[in-house]
């Protein structure tokens, strides 16, 4: 809450977006009821859930302060006109085309590994007799 009200103080402008399209206000609902979910599992020793809902809550708020700035990517403190956007910032067809290529390449190779990580070291870690 407390970074809430300091990202208000600086950017009072932050919730003009969803002023303008009320759909967005399930994303603070999702960090919220994510917020409630984490403790809630947690208590009951229910990881995945717990997990799931920590995962939400991540997402949510990143995902809630990328669509406060929309169409805005970093905003200049000087003039709005100096303001990186997403239309200034936008490259050309081919190097999208090329930057799209080597990203399918790059995820297929981390969700390989890391399915092969997660494979190799399932389960949860238990204590020996000996307490190694």
Same mark, same amino acid.
């Given at each position: 809450?407390? $970074? &809430?009200?300091?990202?208000?103080?600086?950017?009072?402008?932050?919730?003009?977006?969803?002023? *303008?399209?009320? @759909?967005?206000?399930?994303?603070?609902?999702?960090?919220?009821?994510?917020? +409630?979910?984490?403790?809630?599992?947690?208590?009951?020793?229910?990881? @995945?859930?717990?997990? &799931?809902? $920590?995962?939400?809550?991540?997402?949510? =708020?990143?995902?809630?302060?990328?669509? $406060?700035?929309?169409? +805005? *990517? *970093?905003?200049?403190?000087?003039?709005?006109?100096?303001? &990186? =956007?997403?239309?200034?910032?936008?490259?050309?067809?081919?190097?999208?085309?090329?930057?799209?290529? @080597? @990203? *399918?390449?790059? =995820?297929?190779?981390?969700?390989?590994?890391? =399915?092969?990580?997660?494979?190799?070291?399932?389960?949860?870690?238990? &204590?020996?007799?000996?307490?190694?």
């Amino acid at each position: 809450m407390l $970074s &809430l009200v300091a990202s208000l103080y600086v950017r009072p402008q932050a919730l003009d977006n969803f002023h *303008l399209r009320p @759909w967005g206000w399930i994303i603070p609902a999702v960090v919220a009821a994510s917020l +409630i979910a984490m403790p809630f599992f947690h208590t009951r020793e229910r990881d @995945w859930p717990a997990f &799931l809902s $920590s995962s939400a809550y991540i997402v949510g =708020t990143l995902g809630g302060a990328a669509f $406060s700035m929309y169409p +805005i *990517l *970093l905003p200049a403190s000087t003039d709005p006109r100096y303001s &990186l =956007t997403i239309h200034n910032a936008k490259t050309g067809a081919y190097s999208m085309s090329v930057g799209l290529i @080597w @990203w *399918l390449i790059g =995820t297929a190779l981390a969700i390989g590994y890391f =399915t092969f990580l997660y494979r190799f070291f399932s389960g949860k870690v238990s &204590l020996d007799e000996d307490g190694y």
